[in-house]
């Protein structure tokens, strides 16, 4: 599976949007890009996947570079319950994947 | 709808002792993961189990092993449990594993061996 490297940690202002970057240099032509994000104390919870089209959906946006060496969450107006540790995954999808979690991105919403 | 349900929530053990965990999908969704996520890290995959067969395993010693019911409910197992078994045991259920990107958890099964 292609690593992905994320920043530890970023801060961001409610009701801005929070834009968290992910670089995987190393991605497939046949993986895709997941995001989900981790709330203290609850389960990953999923937000978004992408293989090289931009995504949108109820949550945030995802935007993948055209070499698909990277990709950018976006969150467009961040609130307070926004707070939470952010991993980016890639892999190849299937009815036999499994999810390999990094470390993520602690993202911090501040009044 | 209920989601992912995993029991129990807590519980303590000791050095050497056996433990449980179950879990039971989203109604509908045949496939079932478990993770391992210890303190300050992401959640590391143990098992996948779809249709009551095992299709995937991590890096895991054999003191772990798990099964599907045909309810498609799950039991992660641990023998000889050692100190840095405690961790937050996390399972997932989709309906087809990652065709659709989105796997479901729980939240998660917090075990702490003394």
């Known amino acids: 599976d292609a690593k992905t490297t994320q920043p530890p940690s970023m801060d961001c202002a409610e009701g801005r949007a929070a834009n968290l970057p992910c670089n995987h240099s190393t991605i497939s032509g046949n993986e895709y890009v997941y995001w989900y994000r981790q709330i203290h104390s609850q389960g990953p919870q999923y937000i978004i996947h992408?293989?090289?089209n931009n995504e949108t959906n109820e949550m945030a946006s995802l935007i993948i570079t055209e070499d698909r060496k990277s990709s950018t969450l976006i969150l467009p107006h961040a609130t307070l319950r926004d707070t939470a540790v952010y991993y980016c995954i890639v892999g190849s999808g299937g009815s036999n994947y499994k999810l390999t979690f990094g470390k993520g991105t602690l993202l911090t919403v501040n009044p | 709808d209920a989601g992912v349900t995993q029991s129990p929530t807590h519980l303590i053990k000791t050095r050497g002792q056996h433990v449980t965990l179950r879990c039971s999908p989203i109604s509908g969704h045949k496939s079932v993961s478990w993770y391992q996520q210890v303190l300050g890290q992401g959640p590391q995959f143990i098992f996948q189990y779809y249709e009551k067969e095992e299709r995937g395993r991590g890096n895991f010693p054999d003191r772990f092993s798990a099964r599907q019911f045909p309810n498609y409910s799950s039991e992660l197992n641990v023998n000889a449990l050692l100190l840095g078994d405690s961790a937050l045991y996390l399972c997932?259920?989709?309906?087809?594993?990652?065709?659709?990107?989105?796997?479901?958890f729980g939240e998660g099964s917090r075990l702490t061996v003394l």
């Open positions: 992408g293989l090289k």
């Open positions: 997932a259920s989709s309906l087809q594993g990652l065709n659709t990107g989105e796997l479901f």
